[in-house]
């Protein structure tokens, strides 16, 4: 059973930053797209970024290009998402998002993935 696991969340200040880690297990990750949703208060789930498990493959939402970047540890089972920068509208809880299948949409859709971790909540304040 591939679980996933989000650390890193917090309190920060408006101009700060935050690294998110999501450690995987359960499974053998190669092949997988790996990604990160967000969802604030009253409003809807977002996509926020994902990225192959070889790193060639980067999907950003158009919003958070050059203040948010995704990497991962392969030796860790680990993907991280780095965000500079931050705004109190990044207030939300950050999911992890995992999938070995195919997306036509550019794994931007919740429908692209089969596992979710529990979320992890970022509280940036202004």
């Known amino acids: 059973q591939v679980q996933l696991v989000e650390s890193g969340g917090g309190l920060v200040q408006a101009g700060g930053s935050l690294r998110l880690s999501c450690t995987a297990s359960?499974?053998?990750?190669?092949?997988?797209?790996m990604g990160w949703f967000r969802q604030a208060p009253g409003k809807e789930r977002e996509f926020v970024v994902a990225s192959s498990w070889s790193g060639g493959r980067i999907y950003y939402a158009d919003s958070e290009k050059g203040r948010f970047t995704i990497s991962r540890d392969a030796t860790k089972n680990t993907v991280y998402l780095q965000m500079n920068s931050l705004k109190p509208e990044d207030t939300a809880v950050y999911y992890c998002?995992?999938?070995?299948?195919?997306?036509?949409?550019?794994?931007?859709?919740?429908?692209?993935?089969?596992?979710w971790g529990q979320g992890t909540q970022v509280t940036v304040s202004s």
């Open positions: 998002v995992g999938t070995h299948r195919y997306s036509g949409s550019g794994y931007t859709k919740e429908r692209d993935y089969d596992y």
């Open positions: 359960g499974g053998t990750f190669n092949g997988y797209t």
